[in-house]
Protein backbone atom coordinates (compact mmCIF):
# COMPACT_ATOMS: atom_id res chain seq x y z
CA UNK A 1 0.00 0.00 0.00
CA UNK A 2 1.17 3.71 -1.03
CA UNK A 3 0.56 6.80 1.42
CA UNK A 4 -1.14 9.71 -0.19
CA UNK A 5 1.03 12.67 -0.98
CA UNK A 6 -1.07 15.60 0.36
CA UNK A 7 0.20 19.14 -1.12
CA UNK A 8 0.68 21.56 1.86
CA UNK A 9 3.14 23.69 1.72
CA UNK A 10 6.18 24.22 3.33
CA UNK A 11 7.28 27.52 5.34
CA UNK A 12 10.70 28.32 6.63
CA UNK A 13 11.28 31.52 8.85
CA UNK A 14 14.77 31.71 10.34
CA UNK A 15 14.79 29.43 13.05
CA UNK A 16 12.14 27.15 12.13
CA UNK A 17 9.96 25.67 9.86
CA UNK A 18 6.44 24.94 9.60
CA UNK A 19 5.25 21.52 8.10
CA UNK A 20 2.85 19.06 7.25
CA UNK A 21 1.84 17.24 10.18
CA UNK A 22 3.59 13.17 10.34
CA UNK A 23 2.83 10.35 12.11
CA UNK A 24 6.42 10.47 13.91
CA UNK A 25 4.66 13.42 15.57
CA UNK A 26 2.06 11.82 17.42
CA UNK A 27 4.22 10.40 20.51
CA UNK A 28 4.86 14.19 21.28
CA UNK A 29 1.58 15.01 20.99
CA UNK A 30 -0.34 12.55 23.00
CA UNK A 31 2.35 13.49 25.84
CA UNK A 32 0.79 16.86 25.16
CA UNK A 33 -2.82 16.01 25.52
CA UNK A 34 -1.99 14.36 28.62
CA UNK A 35 -1.49 17.05 30.29
CA UNK A 36 -3.66 20.00 32.05
CA UNK A 37 -1.71 22.70 29.70
CA UNK A 38 -3.76 20.86 26.71
CA UNK A 39 -7.16 22.21 28.73
CA UNK A 40 -6.71 25.37 26.54
CA UNK A 41 -7.04 23.14 23.24
CA UNK A 42 -9.24 20.80 23.53
CA UNK A 43 -7.42 18.27 26.05
CA UNK A 44 -7.02 16.53 27.65
CA UNK A 45 -6.96 13.73 25.35
CA UNK A 46 -6.04 9.85 25.55
CA UNK A 47 -3.88 8.26 23.00
CA UNK A 48 -6.71 7.67 20.94
CA UNK A 49 -7.90 11.55 20.70
CA UNK A 50 -4.36 12.38 19.97
CA UNK A 51 -4.09 9.91 16.82
CA UNK A 52 -7.68 11.16 15.74
CA UNK A 53 -6.15 14.95 16.19
CA UNK A 54 -3.80 14.08 13.79
CA UNK A 55 -5.17 12.64 10.86
CA UNK A 56 -8.05 15.45 11.68
CA UNK A 57 -5.55 17.68 10.73
CA UNK A 58 -5.13 16.15 7.47
CA UNK A 59 -7.97 15.78 6.69
CA UNK A 60 -8.76 19.42 7.25
CA UNK A 61 -5.95 20.56 4.74
CA UNK A 62 -7.98 17.93 2.15
CA UNK A 63 -11.22 19.29 3.00
CA UNK A 64 -10.24 23.23 3.25
CA UNK A 65 -7.17 23.73 1.08
CA UNK A 66 -5.52 24.85 4.37
CA UNK A 67 -4.91 23.77 8.10
CA UNK A 68 -2.05 23.43 10.68
CA UNK A 69 1.60 23.40 10.10
CA UNK A 70 3.72 21.56 12.80
CA UNK A 71 6.15 23.44 14.14
CA UNK A 72 10.24 22.56 14.19
CA UNK A 73 12.98 24.07 15.38
CA UNK A 74 15.92 23.78 13.44
CA UNK A 75 18.37 23.88 15.54
CA UNK A 76 17.24 20.43 17.13
CA UNK A 77 14.74 19.27 14.33
CA UNK A 78 12.51 18.80 17.32
CA UNK A 79 8.51 19.31 17.26
CA UNK A 80 7.83 22.30 19.26
CA UNK A 81 3.80 22.72 18.44
CA UNK A 82 1.46 23.73 15.52
CA UNK A 83 0.17 27.10 14.22
CA UNK A 84 -2.00 27.74 10.96
CA UNK A 85 -5.79 28.37 9.83
CA UNK A 86 -9.16 26.30 11.19
CA UNK A 87 -12.16 26.33 10.12
CA UNK A 88 -14.50 23.74 11.52
CA UNK A 89 -18.50 23.08 11.83
CA UNK A 90 -18.93 25.15 15.16
CA UNK A 91 -16.43 28.22 13.60
CA UNK A 92 -17.60 31.59 12.70
CA UNK A 93 -14.74 32.12 10.44
CA UNK A 94 -11.24 30.94 10.03
CA UNK A 95 -9.14 31.25 12.83
CA UNK A 96 -5.55 31.81 13.25
CA UNK A 97 -3.97 29.53 16.19
CA UNK A 98 -1.15 28.35 17.68
CA UNK A 99 -0.17 26.04 20.43
CA UNK A 100 3.45 25.45 21.28
CA UNK A 101 4.94 23.28 23.86
CA UNK A 102 6.04 24.19 26.95
CA UNK A 103 9.80 23.76 26.16
CA UNK A 104 9.34 26.18 23.32
CA UNK A 105 7.29 28.83 25.42
CA UNK A 106 9.08 32.52 26.17
CA UNK A 107 11.56 31.81 22.69
CA UNK A 108 9.50 34.15 20.03
CA UNK A 109 8.55 30.80 18.57
CA UNK A 110 5.14 31.28 18.62
CA UNK A 111 5.47 35.61 16.94
CA UNK A 112 7.89 33.72 14.60
CA UNK A 113 5.11 30.88 13.27
CA UNK A 114 1.96 32.67 13.69
CA UNK A 115 3.67 35.38 11.68
CA UNK A 116 4.84 33.37 8.93
CA UNK A 117 1.65 30.91 8.92
CA UNK A 118 -0.67 34.37 8.70
CA UNK A 119 1.24 36.02 5.85
CA UNK A 120 0.95 32.78 4.23
CA UNK A 121 -2.96 32.38 4.78
CA UNK A 122 -3.20 36.20 3.33
CA UNK A 123 -1.12 35.52 0.48
CA UNK A 124 -1.86 32.30 -0.79
CA UNK A 125 -5.26 31.22 0.92
CA UNK A 126 -7.43 34.38 0.91
CA UNK A 127 -7.85 34.49 4.29
CA UNK A 128 -6.84 38.30 5.43
CA UNK A 129 -8.63 39.99 8.70
CA UNK A 130 -8.66 36.89 10.51
CA UNK A 131 -9.85 35.75 14.32
CA UNK A 132 -7.92 33.64 17.07
CA UNK A 133 -10.16 32.18 19.85
CA UNK A 134 -8.56 32.69 22.76
CA UNK A 135 -9.86 31.08 26.45
CA UNK A 136 -10.68 33.89 28.99
CA UNK A 137 -7.82 32.47 31.15
CA UNK A 138 -5.02 31.71 28.21
CA UNK A 139 -2.87 35.35 28.95
CA UNK A 140 0.05 34.07 26.96
CA UNK A 141 -2.01 33.98 23.76
CA UNK A 142 -3.87 36.96 24.62
CA UNK A 143 -0.51 38.66 24.93
CA UNK A 144 0.69 36.87 21.34
CA UNK A 145 -1.98 37.92 20.00
CA UNK A 146 -1.63 41.44 20.65
CA UNK A 147 2.18 41.27 19.76
CA UNK A 148 0.54 40.34 16.32
CA UNK A 149 -1.76 43.33 15.93
CA UNK A 150 -4.90 42.12 17.11
CA UNK A 151 -7.55 43.43 19.11
CA UNK A 152 -9.78 42.13 21.47
CA UNK A 153 -13.59 42.03 19.80
CA UNK A 154 -15.94 40.40 21.96
CA UNK A 155 -17.04 37.63 24.25
CA UNK A 156 -18.03 34.08 22.86
CA UNK A 157 -18.48 30.46 23.02
CA UNK A 158 -16.88 27.70 21.15
CA UNK A 159 -17.49 24.26 21.60
CA UNK A 160 -19.25 25.08 24.86
CA UNK A 161 -16.47 26.89 26.73
CA UNK A 162 -16.33 30.46 26.86
CA UNK A 163 -13.88 32.38 24.97
CA UNK A 164 -13.08 35.25 23.37
CA UNK A 165 -12.85 36.35 19.67
CA UNK A 166 -9.60 38.61 18.75
CA UNK A 167 -9.45 40.32 15.50
CA UNK A 168 -6.01 40.16 13.50
CA UNK A 169 -5.27 43.13 11.35
CA UNK A 170 -5.38 42.75 7.32
CA UNK A 171 -2.19 42.52 5.86
CA UNK A 172 -1.37 44.55 2.62
CA UNK A 173 -0.36 42.22 0.46
CA UNK A 174 1.47 43.04 -3.38
CA UNK A 175 0.27 41.59 -6.02
Not at 71 to 80: C, H, M
Not at 120 to 148: C, D, K, T
Not at 154 to 164: D, I, T, Y
Request: net charge neutral; charged share 20%; with cysteine.
Amino acid sequence: MTAMTLSIPVIETARLTLRAPQLDDLKPMAAFFETERSHMVGGPRDAMGSYTSLVSRLGHWVLNGYGLWHIVEKASGAFIGWTGMIFAPAWSEPELGWTLFEMAEGKGYGFEAATAARRHAARHQSLNGVISYIAPANIRSMALAERLGACFESEAELLGKPCQIWRHPKLEIAA
